[in-house]
């Protein structure tokens, strides 16, 4: 087991009911900054008990953190804290609307640039504290100091650290009415979150393996309630749980991390606009494959405790392990070939390209370089 | 699930010569009260790592904290902090030393006496910060707020909760040397933990379920390393892991509790002197026993998942797993009967009669009153 620190200071508010807390866990001495999407919030009832929580509370609203946040709308909700000394930021939607809010939160203390803030981590001079309504499982970002920010002009898309949520309310009711391709996507993304901490190697921390084994399992067995029908509360209750159990360092103590088919699957996201969750399930599968004599007894380990695979030779038992991955992936509704996408030769090549330019190395053992991205890429075509 | 409010702040620092950091997370503006138990971190080399760590800061030494703390001894350490202005505790050595590290923070902050506190909770008036090196991995306590205080003079044994240590350095390393007992206990300790927040009723959450599961299973593989060689780096780190994970709230998100067993187990050790991990493996199997039917279905699930028992009636199931619970605790080398421990009639009438005058409902359904607790004991004589 590899030496670790571990510490997680959020505090997870879990339930039926539960935004009505809000006006208990916000400080009602600062000014609030409260952050929303594109408005399905308010198609949702999520928008009212939140401004009925608010009463008495002086906070100005703050629309339009697209998927995948853009800095040029971060940027604005920047200026909008340094004019008005905003002292506290309540995010309230899905992934990207609290990601967005990290970074606006570090962006308001400092003098530099948000983009510049989130190419060079030097620069962060702290943040304004800030909190969380998660409406949509999926990231994590609700327990974690992760963001991921996007740049229009430039068509990049890289990872912002900030500190943890002060608190996080996650109500499983409020997935009720989700669009059922994002539950899809949310699905996917906590599995391949998930996978990201532990397809490496084997026996480096027995607990942690037994622990992510343990989220997949309940992923595949909760997806079908959830694909069957969205207001099963318990089924929703469990996919929201994975979701932040999956990326919140619970399941990362003392081991190494891949986190290449993530780094492979932003740049699509980044080429072609296909959501996260999405180029997750695409690129896993090749990752595995091509990676199959590093992490091989990893994936045996997984397609047996996980699929039930027990028979064949090692090659076969991948085959097979890699096989019910993907058909698990294909069970939620979701593609997992390139092809499917419209995601052609011209957007592999430069994403290539830009691993060449940059001379990143990816996975656990740093050694994916742009050539296996290049295998990775032509095998999932 | 059931709503749920989750929050652990404990800076977790694991692993080998993780001591030496004690020097980065120790406020250098504070005057540390440093507590002790009996004495084996002198020989084991602990010792010398804390002092050499420490040097230019203002401390005390208090020793003498012993298993099982007595409210007796923490009241004289409660003294010195409140006559030498002490503002910051550092507990070095077990769970016992830990435990009663968290009722001397709470007593030198108030008026009341150490005793009265732990009968009282109305009358905690927040505490001085603690923090710990735990050095027997068993109780958890290194993550929770949780104590369990013994008083001499009434030979009672309760719990007290204080808050979160600030951190708390684990290094698998300092338990190489603990006697086999203790680690036996230890692994029995943690592996009750887990049935306590588990062993209630089905899919009140899967992942839960899971994340326990996972615990017993590393507990159960990992047993057999740790007995054969208490030197084995790798083994002592999942046994150490296993034990904060188990009882640190990652594994109670929105499920019941029972905590009968812990109760029962208790009294034992107020009673009887039995060692509290000792207690609780008698105990465990004549709970799940006389609950057979109100906890069927999840003895049932355990049987499948942990133990492999997948035949048979249920009642046969549920036998067969009671049987492998107690053969994998007589495999650490612990007693299972009563008998075997020299506690008589006399002690089980005595418990019995408490649990008769206190009106105490123990389980998750509130339901296991003295009666329930004497067919518990009847069936470990």
């Given amino acids: 087991m590899n030496n670790f620190v571990f510490q997680n200071p959020t505090k997870l508010i879990f339930g039926k009911g539960q935004i009505a807390r809000l006006a208990k866990e916000l400080p009602r001495d600062k000014k609030i900054l409260v952050t929303f999407g594109g408005g399905s919030v308010k198609k949702n009832g999520v928008y009212e008990q939140v401004v009925a929580a608010l009463e008495g509370f002086d906070y100005i609203e703050f629309w339009g953190i697209e998927p995948n946040p853009k800095v040029e709308t971060l940027r604005k909700a920047v200026d909008v804290c340094k004019r008005e000394g905003v002292e506290f930021l309540l995010a309230v939607g ?3 609307t609290l990601d967005g809010t ?3 939160a570090a962006a308001s203390v400092v003098e530099a640039d ?3 803030l989130v190419l060079n981590p030097s620069l962060y001079g702290g943040t304004l504290p800030f909190a969380s309504i998660m409406t949509l499982p999926a990231t994590g970002s609700e327990m974690n100091r992760g963001a991921v920010i996007s740049n229009l ?3 990049e898309k890289y ?3 900030n500190t943890y949520p002060v608190f996080s309310i996650l109500d499983p009711e409020t997935t009720f009415s989700l669009p059922p391709f994002q539950v899809a ?5 906590t599995f391949v979150h998930v996978m ?4 490496t190697i084997t026996d480096c921390s027995p607990l942690m393996d037994r622990w992510a084994e343990g989220v997949v399992q309940t992923l595949v067995e909760v997806a079908p309630k959830v694909r069957a029908n969205q207001q099963d509360y318990d089924a929703m209750a469990t996919y929201m749980l994975s979701a932040t159990m999956g990326l919140n360092g619970f399941v990362a103590m003392g081991v190494p991390q891949d986190w290449a088919t993530h780094m492979i699957g932003h740049e699509i996201t980044a080429l072609a606009g296909i959501t996260h969750g999405q180029t997750l399930v695409v690129v896993l599968p090749g990752v595995m494959d091509v990676m199959r004599e590093q992490k091989g007894d990893k994936i045996v380990q997984f397609g047996q405790r996980v699929w ?3 028979e064949g030779t090692k090659d076969e038992r991948i085959d097979a392990t890699i096989r019910s991955t993907e058909e698990f992936f294909r069970s939620l509704g979701l593609a997992t070939r390139l092809s499917e996408l419209g995601v052609g030769e011209d957007v592999c090549a430069e994403i290539v390209r830009r691993f060449r330019e940059r001379g990143t190395l990816l996975g656990e053992a740093s050694n994916i370089d742009y050539r296996l991205v290049e295998q990775v890429l032509r095998q999932r075509m």
């Fill in 185 to 189: 996507c949310g699905l996917a993304d």
């Fill in 153 to 155: 002009t430039t068509g």
């Fill in 114 to 116: 948000a983009w510049e």
């Fill in 196 to 199: 990201e901490q532990y397809l």
């Fill in 102 to 104: 990290k970074l606006i």
């Fill in 94 to 96: 899905g992934g990207s």
């Fill in 308 to 310: 039930g695979i027990t």
């Fill in 159 to 161: 990872s912002f650290y």
